[in-house]
């Protein structure tokens, strides 16, 4: 099984930014892919941004491209997420998942809040 801890969540005013990390522990960092989702109140999960694990191809919700970018450090067993430009419609706790090149986001953080006020 693979633990993952997010930080980084926080309240800020709307255009500002914010730096998510996530921490994984468990199993081989590299070989998995990883993403962001997000939960606003009242809402579904959704998908925000996936990085595979070579951190060579990424890809984002089309709502937070270049707002949004996602790296990781396979060395530091770490996932990020730079936030810039921040909007109240950002709002929600956001989490941190990994997966197997071909499986399914199995593996989930415990979440981080961020919002956005205007």
């Known amino acids: 099984q693979v633990q993952l801890v997010e930080s980084g969540g926080g309240l800020v005013q709307a255009g500002n930014s914010l730096r998510l990390s996530c921490v994984a522990s468990?199993?081989?960092?590299?070989?998995?892919?990883m993403g962001w989702f997000r939960q606003a109140p009242g809402k579904e999960r959704e998908f925000v941004a996936e990085?595979?694990?070579?951190?060579?191809?990424?890809t984002y919700k089309d709502s937070v491209k270049g707002r949004f970018t996602i790296s990781r450090d396979n060395a530091k067993n770490t996932f990020y997420q730079q936030m810039n430009s921040l909007k109240p419609e950002d709002t929600a706790v956001y989490y941190c998942?990994?997966?197997?090149?071909?499986?399914?986001?199995?593996?989930w953080g415990q979440g981080t809040q961020v919002a956005a006020s205007s």
């Open positions: 990085i595979r694990g070579s951190g060579s191809d990424t």
């Open positions: 998942a990994g997966r197997e090149v071909f499986g399914s986001y199995d593996y």
């Open positions: 468990g199993r081989t960092f590299s070989n998995y892919y």
